[in-house]
Every structure is written in structure tokens, then in C-alpha cells.
């Protein structure tokens, strides 16, 4: 069920809320897509790498641990958002990469990117305990 709504009619009907002809909001879902942690990091990566294996990607998300990647990977799979790849080869070896599903959210890293770059946003820095 594809509803595609100009930027302008987005304005203008913000304020009344945005529903599909069930009256669901399309973009709850959308958020709570990005809440779950590492979700949009390992998107983000995937991005900039194109295809990875698991061990590159562990290494260039700082903090992820594997049980977390895995999970991580399988949901993403699960949404159709990641492809998993395994090449029959010696050795053996599985590439993950975006399907166009989820190359199709890189308008939205767009503009998160487009936003990061006009208010800059420093985080705290963890507490040590």
C-alpha cells in the first residue's frame, strides 16, 4: 500500500496527523523502526561499505557486542531491510548488504546528515562508574 505525499502537503497536514485510509500513521512505525538500538548504525554502515561481513562490521561499530550484531542482523533481515549473502567458496564466507528496501531509507540519513550539519550535537559523555 504505497501513498506518496508531496513535502508541501506533508506541511500543511502535519498538524491534523498523517493516516492511511486504516487511519495509521506512517511515520510511528517508522520511528520506532530507529529506536531499537544499533539498527540504524549497522544501516548507516552498510551505507558507506555496500556489503560486509560480520567481523567488519563488529569492528567499525564501536561497543556492539557479537550476540548484539547478530541479533541486530537477523532483524533487520526479518524487515527485509538487509540481505545476508554466503559465498560458496574456500573459505566459505557471509556478505550483508542493503536490499532496496533498505537503500531506499538513505533519503532519510540524508536528512538527518543535512540537520547534524546545521545544529552540531555534542553528547554527554558516559559517567565513569
Same mark, same amino acid.
Given at each position: 500500500m504505497e501513498r506518496r505525499i508531496s513535502y508541501e502537503e506533508f506541511l500543511w497536514r502535519v498538524k491534523d496527523?498523517? @493516516?492511511d485510509e486504516l487511519?495509521?500513521?506512517p511515520v510511528? $512505525?517508522?520511528l520506532k523502526l530507529f529506536q531499537v538500538r544499533w539498527r540504524s548504525e549497522v544501516i548507516y554502515y552498510l551505507f558507506t561499505s555496500e556489503s560486509a561481513r560480520f567481523n567488519e562490521i563488529k569492528f567499525n561499530l564501536a561497543g556492539i557486542t557479537s550476540t548484539m550484531l547478530s541479533a541486530t542482523l537477523k532483524d533487520l533481515i526479518d524487515l527485509?531491510?538487509?540481505q545476508k549473502t554466503t559465498f560458496e567458496e574456500q573459505p $566459505?564466507?557471509?556478505e550483508y548488504s542493503l @536490499?532496496?528496501?533498505g537503500n531506499d531509507l538513505l533519503p532519510i540519513y540524508y536528512e538527518i546528515?543535512?540537520?547534524g550539519f546545521e545544529y552540531p550535537v555534542d553528547? $554527554?559523555?558516559?559517567a565513569k562508574k
Open positions: 496527523g498523517i @493516516t487511519g495509521r500513521s510511528i $512505525p517508522v527485509g531491510l538487509v $566459505p564466507h557471509v @536490499t532496496e528496501k546528515s543535512n540537520w553528547l $554527554p559523555k558516559k
